[in-house]
């Protein structure tokens, strides 16, 4: 089957809103995490979120947000985009930069792309309030496709004039991971040379708040401290949002026009816990099966893998189900990959998070790092027997894993391998 890679990157992001300072931040752990205002309510006990910032899209009209003004985004296309879709938007124009796609290569029947997010609940909630307080008639015409989910298909495909193959994905966190898989065995089975695939979150009051309801959330006000993965006293994840975007292309095509490449993205597995709608297998049921079909998929062995970027969201049971997963899989390695969690840096950016990760893996293969895990004061002993790693780390991996994981027990095992690996 036809190899895949990726050319093409862009980042809007608590940590960066480019890949340069993505990556200093990443190899510094230096958080994104503020104290976001519309929390700043004695009835709200949730005070950070790891913040956008050059962007202030608090304003319900898109015409009256504030951003980058490089991009340019025109009035008409913004009267149909909530948030994420700004900032997706803003992401997919630096990756298409960044790999030197021509309008050609965009705008053509063998590109297709792939998106995942929520949609937005704030969008929702505004054009459902107009309807009941003035009227149907009085609704904004794009209401609709600004805010359900699948907006950041029906924007991007309009905009960017995608004709290839097109579709969102909604899996809860493991939403941006199950696009990437299946962008990839879009370009293994010969059916796009291409794939876009984009995820994008608001990262707003109404997005990340609720999740408070199910006590998942830090409640801490100490933006150093407030996301620890994989610490012993870890009280919740940091809510986030942005987008990232990445290209894919078969290897051909990118090697034809003489493309920089970040790696090769080997391929992919999945599997599910078939246990609980909104909590993790307490032994990695899922994630095991994902991580095995992986490597199966790809013909690699567990000791091939040098780093691991983990999905551990800061929460108990997530955490800890990831654990026994990798425990299960890695434990009888005689050199153990490297894990990290970076949702200490970035915060949890739920359907985003899996292309997020991934991002930094290849900012991992170009810059030869691998990024620590930041916080960790008391390391669980749970995690003890695995190499977590606590600093960055001036390594060239070779083989790197991302691991997603979203309600329902769904989970995502992405493969990638450095280009220089043989």
């Given at each position: 089957m036809p190899e895949v890679v990726v050319t093409g990157l862009g980042f809007i992001t608590s940590i960066g809103n480019s890949k340069g300072a993505v990556t200093g931040n990443l190899r510094d752990l230096k958080h994104g995490f503020e104290r976001y205002e519309p929390f700043q309510n004695e009835d709200i006990p949730v005070k950070l979120t790891g913040t956008i910032k050059d962007f202030d899209t608090s304003s319900n009209e898109g015409e009256d947000w504030i951003y980058p003004q490089k991009y340019k985004v025109k009035r008409e296309f913004l009267r149909s985009l909530s948030p994420h879709g700004l900032y997706a938007n803003c992401a997919l124009v630096q990756a298409i930069e960044d790999a030197g796609w021509t309008e050609e290569d965009i705008s053509h029947p063998r590109t297709g792309l792939y998106t995942a997010s929520s949609g937005s609940a704030r969008g929702?909630?505004?054009?459902?309030?107009?309807?009941?307080?003035?009227?149907?008639l009085r609704c904004s015409p794009m209401g609709v496709i600004s805010s359900?989910?699948?907006?950041?298909?029906?924007?991007?495909?309009?905009?960017?004039?995608?004709?290839?193959s097109s579709c969102g994905f909604v899996s809860a966190c493991a939403s941006s991971?199950?696009?990437l898989g299946f962008a990839c065995d879009e370009i293994m089975r010969g059916r796009q040379d291409r794939m876009i695939v984009v995820g994008a979150e608001d990262g707003n009051l109404e997005s990340i708040l609720p999740f408070a309801g199910m006590r998942a959330l830090s409640l801490s006000d100490d933006p150093d401290t407030a996301s620890k993965p994989f610490d012993v006293h870890r009280k919740g994840f940091v809510g986030t949002g942005g987008a990232v975007a990445m290209l894919l292309e078969s290897g051909s095509a990118a090697r034809e026009r003489g493309s920089r490449i970040y790696a090769e993205f080997v391929g992919w597995g999945q599997g599910s816990d078939g246990?609980?709608?909104?909590?993790?297998?307490p032994e990695g049921k899922g994630m095991v099966l994902a991580i095995e079909?992986?490597?199966?998929?790809?013909?690699?062995?567990?000791?091939?893998?040098?780093?691991?970027?983990?999905h551990a969201p800061s929460t108990l049971t997530g955490d800890i189900s990831e654990i026994r997963a990798l425990k299960k899989v890695f434990g009888g390695c005689q050199n153990p990959p490297a894990i990290s969690s970076t949702k200490a840096l970035t915060g949890h950016g739920l359907s985003l998070s899996s292309i997020m990760e991934a991002g930094f893996c290849?900012?991992?293969f170009e810059e030869d790092f691998l990024p620590g895990s930041a916080h960790i004061e008391k390391l669980d002993p749970e995690a003890e027997s695995l190499n977590i790693i606590r600093q960055s780390q001036e390594r060239s991996p070779k083989v790197i894993l991302s691991n997603s994981s979203g309600f329902g027990g769904a989970n995502v095992a992405l493969l990638f391998r450095s280009v220089n690996a043989n």
């Open positions: 929702i909630h505004y054009h459902l309030g107009i309807m009941e307080k003035r009227g149907v359900i989910a699948g907006t950041l298909n029906f924007n991007l495909v309009s905009r960017f004039q995608i004709q290839g991971g199950h696009a246990h609980h709608a909104a909590q993790s297998h079909n992986a490597l199966r998929e790809t013909g690699l062995a567990s000791e091939e893998v040098d780093y691991i970027n983990a290849m900012l991992a």
